[in-house]
């Protein structure tokens, strides 16, 4: 499921150079995003712990929980993400069940990668 698919209509959009911060460790968070071009770099503590690209969302963690950002997001190249707020995201989940799948994988997904990444295990 390519999330791109839910939003190919969505005129809403973020721009953001290569090299600029999206959004820092720490900082509130009130959207996750949809990246609909470009790549970033998902770092915790300044250790890249993801890398993600078209049709791949992030910041969904904060949008959740309502809690501080867990990581910052850095745009590797030059990125156009769209953004999701609270109230549309309750709305994607309730309307299409498969993008509340999706955004489950993508949490345990990243889940994997760091436990792995801080225990030294594979991602399997």
Not at 90 to 114: G, N, S
Request: net charge negative; aromatic share 6%.
């Amino acid at each position: 499921m390519n999330p791109l698919n839910l939003f190919s209509k969505s005129t809403e959009t973020e721009t953001y150079t290569a090299g600029e911060t999206i959004f820092n460790q720490g900082d509130p968070g009130k959207n996750l995003y949809v990246v609909r071009q470009g790549e970033i770099e998902i770092q915790c503590n300044g250790v890249t712990v993801d890398t993600v690209g078209e049709g791949c969302i992030l910041g969904e963690m904060a949008l959740i929980d309502s809690s501080a950002r867990s990581a910052t997001a850095v745009a590797r190249s030059d990125c156009e993400l769209i953004p999701v707020d609270e109230k549309r995201f309750t709305f994607l989940v309730q309307q299409t069940p498969f993008f509340a799948v999706h955004v489950m994988r993508v949490l345990a997904d990243r889940l994997r990668k760091t436990n792995a990444l801080l225990g030294g295990q594979s991602a399997a």
